[in-house]
């Protein structure tokens, strides 16, 4: 069992920046070797992948949002980032950080946090 809990969201003008956390609670070896993720979701649309990285290290990011965000994780602080800078009004929606055992798409990971809301004004 692992547990997830996002924080970092907030609202912020387009072209800002924010930073979301994923404190990761379960065991050191679910923390080095699952495959983690962040996706999101805006109302009445449906979830989107945002990106993800592997117990190695390589990451993948949505075409939405490439060069844009970047995703990382710090092993020893049990810890998931996503840095998001040039933030857009379509950005907006609540952000999940997911994880599983196996790479698949961060939409279907099995564990995933509460959420935290992201709203970005133009």
């Known amino acids: 069992q692992v547990q997830l809990v996002e924080s970092g969201g907030g609202s912020v003008q387009a072209g800002g920046s924010l930073r979301l956390s994923c404190a990761i609670y379960?065991?050191?070896?679910?923390?080095?070797?699952?495959?983690f993720g962040w996706f999101r979701q805006a109302p009445g649309l449906e979830r989107e992948g945002v990106a993800s990285i592997s117990p190695v290290g390589s990451t993948s990011y949505a075409d939405s949002v490439k060069g844009r965000f970047f995703i990382s994780k710090d092993n020893a602080n049990s810890t998931l980032y996503l840095q998001m800078n040039s933030l857009k009004p379509e950005d907006t929606g609540m952000y999940y950080c997911a994880a599983d055992s196996s790479p698949r798409p961060p939409v279907d990971m099995r564990y995933r946090g509460q959420g935290t809301q992201v709203t970005i004004s133009s």
């Open positions: 379960g065991t050191t070896i679910q923390t080095y070797y699952m495959h």
